[in-house]
């Protein structure tokens, strides 16, 4: 058998160069970089948004039932004292900051039971 391939007879090999140039290349990585941002972006907005506002509300509950007369605060902590997630605190009237619960990432008023549900 023979190395040959007629297929190829007449063919000169040439040097390559890409597909596409580096400006080329450089302007689809920036679009597409900016399209998965654009994508991404609101859904993080949203998501932080709405956790604010729960952690809040959340908060607020807490603290009234707790310590009724102090103002709530709740803020996103990652070294709190319920690890990564959400901390309650009330100020009380001298200033004084007290930790009421850990609310964790996804923050909800906790269950209250013996509360009727249905008007008798």
């Not at 959340?58 to 690890?83: D, H, K």
């Not at 959400?86 to 013996?114: K, N, T």
Request: proline share 8%.
């Amino acid at each position: 058998m023979s190395d040959e391939h007629p297929e190829l007879s007449g063919y000169e090999p040439y040097e390559e160069r890409p597909i596409r140039g580096r400006r080329r290349t450089w302007v689809l990585r920036v679009v597409v970089l900016l399209a998965v941002i654009a994508l991404v972006l609101p859904g993080v907005f949203t998501t932080v948004n709405v956790g604010t506002s729960n952690a809040w509300r959340a908060c607020t509950y807490r603290a009234s039932v707790v310590e009724p007369g102090s103002e709530a605060t709740p803020r996103f902590e990652l070294f709190g004292p319920g690890g990564l997630g959400w901390e309650c605190y009330a100020v009380d009237r001298l200033g004084d900051e007290h930790h009421i619960d850990s609310m964790g990432l996804i923050p909800v008023a906790p269950q209250v039971f013996g509360v009727p549900t249905q008007r008798v």
